[in-house]
């Protein structure tokens, strides 16, 4: 790629418009043959991302790039919802990464070729993060929990509890300022009460609300000890003796991987002879709450 192409998309965090690659003497054909290769990436017309960065991108840097391709190409607007909470650097479960989300000057809400228009709502005022314009890291929060659900409220409202870049009062003060009607307070107010800075990750958040769901007492980052000292924090307690861990970990791979799996396994076997039960969930079991329910159950029934 020219390295005129590479300086531009470098300044602009990877992305860039047809404008911008015209100013820089490439032409339509030009442009064509880098988006064969694979060198440039069209992600809206008239945007383009580098190629290289778009293929290994999450899901939420993709929806990263999308925002601040559209933001480049309406100076006007300010992310908002996901596409706020994502440049905010906030996980997302539950919701689209394919559309992004803006506050601007539209009179009422509509979709547009991908494109959520909201009207600006009164007297939030945006922050600029790493060069874009977005609503404050509250706002954010209120709107996915809004519009997407409990669930993808409380993993962004855990996340920036436990990173310390919001509280509480500031969530209830900006569900205030976007004059919520009582169907979404409502909604609000249980993200507000079931959330917990203690977990910090997707996987955590979605299993504690799981465990609840189940009806069970769960507490979080639990210290545990044993007669020779500390074995270790744990992912949830529930009850006295049932330990539920969440691992996010696909493969133990490579030499680190290997000493992480054997740590793990000791600390395990310390928990197991302490008189705990021990219940691992992965990935795949989040999204079947029947066979998790099973296996928490056998295991209280075990410690009991």
Same mark, same amino acid.
């Given at each position: !790629?020219?390295?005129?192409?590479?300086?531009?998309?470098?300044?602009?965090?990877?992305?860039?418009?047809?404008?911008?690659?015209?100013?820089?003497?490439? /032409?339509?054909?030009?442009?064509?043959?880098?988006?064969?290769?694979?060198?440039?990436?069209?992600?809206?017309? =008239?945007?383009?991302?580098?190629?290289?960065?778009?293929?290994?991108?999450?899901?939420? %840097?993709?929806?990263?790039?999308?925002?601040?391709?559209?933001? !480049?190409?309406?100076?006007?607007? +300010? +992310?908002?919802? !996901?596409?706020?909470?994502?440049?905010?650097?906030?996980?997302?479960? $539950?919701?689209?990464?394919?559309? @992004?989300?803006?506050?601007?000057?539209?009179?009422?809400?509509?979709?547009?070729?991908?494109?959520?228009?909201?009207?600006?709502?009164?007297?939030?005022?945006?922050?600029?993060?790493? $060069?874009?314009?977005?609503?404050?890291?509250?706002?954010?929060?209120?709107?996915?929990?809004?519009?997407?659900?409990?669930?993808?409220?409380?993993?962004?409202?855990?996340?920036?509890?436990?990173?310390?870049?919001?509280?509480?009062?500031?969530?209830?003060?900006?569900?205030?300022?976007?004059?919520?009607?009582?169907? +979404?307070?409502? #909604?609000?107010?249980?993200?507000?009460?079931?959330?917990?800075?203690?977990?910090?990750?997707?996987?955590?958040?979605?299993?504690? @609300?799981?465990?609840?769901?189940?009806?069970?007492?769960?507490?979080?980052?639990?210290?545990?000890?044993?007669?020779?000292?500390?074995?270790?924090?744990?992912?949830?307690?529930?009850?006295? #003796?049932?330990?539920?861990?969440?691992? =996010? !970990?696909?493969? *133990?791979? =490579?030499? /680190?991987?290997?000493?992480?799996? %054997?740590?793990?396994?000791?600390?395990?076997?310390?928990?197991?002879?302490?008189? *705990? @039960?021990?219940?691992?969930?992965?990935?795949?079991?989040?999204?079947?709450?029947?066979?998790?329910?099973?296996?928490? #159950?056998? +295991?209280?029934? %075990?410690?009991?």
């Amino acid at each position: !790629m020219d390295t005129r192409i590479r300086a531009l998309l470098t300044a602009n965090g990877q992305i860039c418009t047809t404008g911008q690659l015209d100013e820089a003497d490439v /032409d339509e054909l030009t442009l064509a043959r880098l988006v064969r290769r694979g060198a440039l990436v069209r992600i809206r017309r =008239g945007l383009f991302a580098a190629g290289s960065a778009w293929r290994e991108a999450t899901p939420e %840097q993709r929806l990263v790039l999308r925002t601040r391709a559209v933001l !480049m190409d309406r100076p006007e607007a +300010a +992310a908002s919802h !996901m596409s706020a909470a994502v440049l905010h650097g906030l996980p997302i479960w $539950g919701g689209s990464v394919a559309r @992004v989300d803006i506050v601007c000057s539209t009179p009422r809400r509509r979709l547009r070729s991908g494109i959520g228009l909201h009207p600006w709502p009164a007297g939030i005022t945006p922050v600029v993060v790493d $060069g874009q314009p977005a609503v404050p890291v509250p706002v954010a929060v209120a709107q996915v929990c809004v519009e997407h659900g409990v669930v993808p409220g409380l993993v962004c409202l855990d996340r920036a509890l436990h990173e310390g870049s919001v509280t509480i009062d500031a969530v209830a003060q900006a569900g205030d300022d976007l004059a919520l009607g009582p169907r +979404a307070w409502r #909604r609000l107010e249980l993200v507000m009460e079931g959330s917990d800075a203690a977990c910090e990750s997707v996987g955590e958040t979605r299993t504690r @609300v799981l465990l609840t769901d189940f009806g069970l007492q769960v507490r979080s980052q639990v210290a545990i000890r044993d007669e020779a000292g500390f074995v270790g924090r744990v992912d949830f307690l529930v009850g006295d #003796r049932v330990v539920v861990e969440f691992d =996010g !970990m696909v493969k *133990y791979d =490579g030499v /680190d991987g290997r000493r992480a799996l %054997q740590q793990e396994k000791a600390r395990e076997d310390r928990l197991r002879a302490a008189g *705990y @039960v021990v219940v691992r969930l992965v990935w795949a079991d989040l999204d079947r709450p029947e066979r998790v329910f099973d296996l928490v #159950r056998r +295991a209280l029934r %075990q410690a009991a």
